[in-house]
Structures are given as structure tokens and as C-alpha cells.
């Protein structure tokens, strides 16, 4: 039920009909940051699933199956850190100037989650970090796009002071898609900040006890985050969204060595646009459409996390080099 490594490496997740993706970033002047933002059509029912030791979140809590409003209007995913977060208010405001959001009296309340890497100072510079602005614009890329447009990936938006290895590689964002027999797309996109490294490329930094990267200056702590959003066109509740996300974050810790640490904030969220119908006819019917859906959602965020790494372009700034990574992951 999957497509070939090859043809999955070719998709995006924009794929999913009517998910659209804008970036903002800067890169000068100190700066090293951006935010993307993940626009899915209205109605979209969106979870998450927080696995990292020091996430830096807003809204989260909103996309719990228990909650009131099951929907999402946007998804921010934003370098800053914690400060970085405002940008979700950003997006939330041109949310609801398009009239996106929960119906209440006298207007509409846009439900917003967002995430955030660690990224500060990395332009040198350690206030230059993203803003409601850019949150604001990222969100008016999004809805400018076209249906079914090219992902810019690498050191862009949410990517552009992205680093891995303990601040060794540059990071960035990385897209992926398939098209299950069914018809149902499954599509991630990553931000790929990562305290470890990829579980593929050059012997030397395969390595599960950081061998590769241990002699970094251990006297300043690391902060890393891998941001996911995967989408899909599939009807799901809320409790199945949640078990995707879960199920993607097999695909950060097939992608990336280690994963889910306490210095990761690894995020994953899932976006379900409900155009297609999963047969549930039985109850067999049923789990066999949901446990393959998770699985593709699985592979493709792996794929997206590869993309992420490969499409990154290495930079130096007062703070440092952060190169390329060395050899083909994909």
C-alpha cells in the first residue's frame, strides 16, 4: 500500500488538497530565524503529540480529543524559542480577518497551535528572533498560494537557524508525501533542529553515543527541537489524529539518532482534511485502513526529516559555521 522510496521522496505536503505552506525568515543583520506556517482548509480537524523533554508550545492543549473545538485554523511552527511563540498571534490575527476560526457572538476565535525550535542567537544576535509580524505574513504567504504549489525547503522559514549535531550541521525544513492505494494522501512537512544526527550517510556519524559530535563544547547546554506536521486527506476524529501523530514520531526516531531527548522538544502534529472516507465497513475494515494510514504517516515523516537535512544550506555567522552535511541521506 505504499508507493517507491523514490516517488515518496518526490512529494510534499501539499499534496493533501487545500494544505498550503508559507515561510518568512531573515538572515542578516544579526538575524537567523523564520516561521512557517501551515494553512489547512477550514474544518480540519487537528492533533497533537508532544514527545520531546523541552518543548516550547502554545495552544497544545486545545487539540486534546477531550476538548470542546476539534478544529484548526493554522499550525506555526517558528524559530525563537519560547519568544518565538508570538508569531502564532501573527497568524491567528490574519485568521481571523479571513473569518477563519470558532464561531462565537460577535466574531471568530482562530485556534492556533504552535511550536517552536531553539534558535537564538545563531544570526549573532540574540534578539533577533521572530515577531507577530512574521507570523502575520508567513500566514498571507500560505493563503496566497495556489493549490498544490512547490514547498521551498532548506534554511527557510522555521529552518533558517536550524542545526543538528549539537550545532556541527545545518538543519532545515524538509517535505514528503505519498498516495496510498486507496487514494488517501499522507503528506509531512518537518523543521529539522535536532540534537542527533541522521541514522543514514557517512559511517563515522552513525552513532547512537555521540561519538561523532562529543567533543563540542560541553560546557554550554544544547537546546534542539524537530518540529512535524503531517496532513492528511483522510476523514479522522480527533482520538485517530492523535494516534497518527504518535505513530509519526516512529518516523523522527527512524530518522534521527538519538531522538525524543531532554534537550529535544520534538513535536508532532496532524492535520486531517476529512475529503476521503477510510473504510470502515467492518471492524477489521476499519483498524487495517487506520493502522496503514499511521504507517505511511510514519515513513513519510522520515523521508521529510531526510529531505530537511539534504536540502539545508550550510551558513556562517558571528556565532559560528554551520556546515552541510556530509553525503546523500536520501
Known amino acids: 500500500m505504499e508507493a517507491t522510496e523514490e516517488s515518496r521522496a518526490q512529494g510534499k505536503i501539499t499534496d493533501v488538497p487545500g494544505i498550503r505552506v508559507g515561510h ?7 538575524w537567523l530565524s523564520g516561521v512557517t506556517v501551515v494553512l489547512p482548509p477550514a474544518g480540519t480537524v487537528g492533533s497533537v503529540d508532544v514527545r520531546g523533554g523541552g518543548p516550547g508550545t502554545h495552544e497544545t492543549d486545545a487539540l486534546d480529543p477531550t476538548t470542546l473545538v476539534s478544529t484548526v485554523d493554522a499550525v506555526v511552527l517558528t524559530g525563537g524559542s519560547a519568544y518565538g511563540l508570538v508569531t502564532a ?21 482562530p485556534i492556533v497551535p504552535a511550536a517552536a525550535i531553539f534558535d537564538l542567537g545563531r544570526g549573532g544576535d540574540f534578539n533577533a528572533r521572530p515577531d507577530a509580524e512574521m507570523g502575520y505574513a508567513a500566514a498571507a504567504v500560505a493563503g496566497s498560494q495556489a493549490e498544490g504549489h512547490e514547498v521551498e525547503c532548506g534554511s527557510v522559514g522555521a529552518g533558517t537557524g536550524a542545526v543538528m549535531g549539537r550545532g556541527k550541521y545545518k538543519g532545515g525544513v524538509g517535505t514528503a508525501s505519498v498516495t496510498l492505494e486507496n487514494g488517501v494522501v499522507v503528506g509531512a512537512l518537518a523543521v529539522v533542529n535536532a540534537v542527533g544526527l541522521p541514522l543514514v550517510g557517512p559511517a563515522e556519524t552513525q552513532t547512537g553515543d555521540f561519538a561523532a559530535f562529543n567533543q563540542r563544547d560541553l560546557s554550554a547546554p544544547t537546546f534542539n527541537t524537530t518540529l512535524v506536521v503531517v496532513a492528511t486527506d483522510a476523514v479522522l476524529d480527533a482520538a485517530e489524529g492523535k494516534r497518527t501523530a504518535s505513530a509519526a514520531h516512529a518516523g523522527l526516531a527512524r530518522a534521527l539518532n538519538p531522538s525524543h531527548t531532554l534537550a529535544d522538544g520534538d513535536t508532532v502534529f496532524c492535520l486531517a482534511t476529512g475529503a476521503r472516507e477510510l473504510d470502515r465497513s467492518t471492524e477489521a475494515a476499519r483498524q487495517i485502513s487506520l493502522i496503514t494510514l499511521q504507517s505511511a504517516a510514519a515513513d513519510v515523516v522520515r523521508l521529510a526529516i531526510l529531505d530537511g ?21 536520501r
Open 24 to 30: 518568512q525568515q531573515k538572515s542578516d543583520g544579526g
Open 89 to 109: 498571534h501573527g497568524a491567528q490575527r490574519w485568521c481571523e480577518e479571513q473569518g477563519r476560526g470558532f464561531a462565537v457572538t460577535g466574531g471568530v476565535v
Open 309 to 329: 537535512v539534504s536540502s539545508a544550506q550550510p551558513v556562517t555567522t558571528p556565532a559560528g559555521e554551520f556546515g552541510a552535511y556530509p553525503g546523500n541521506v
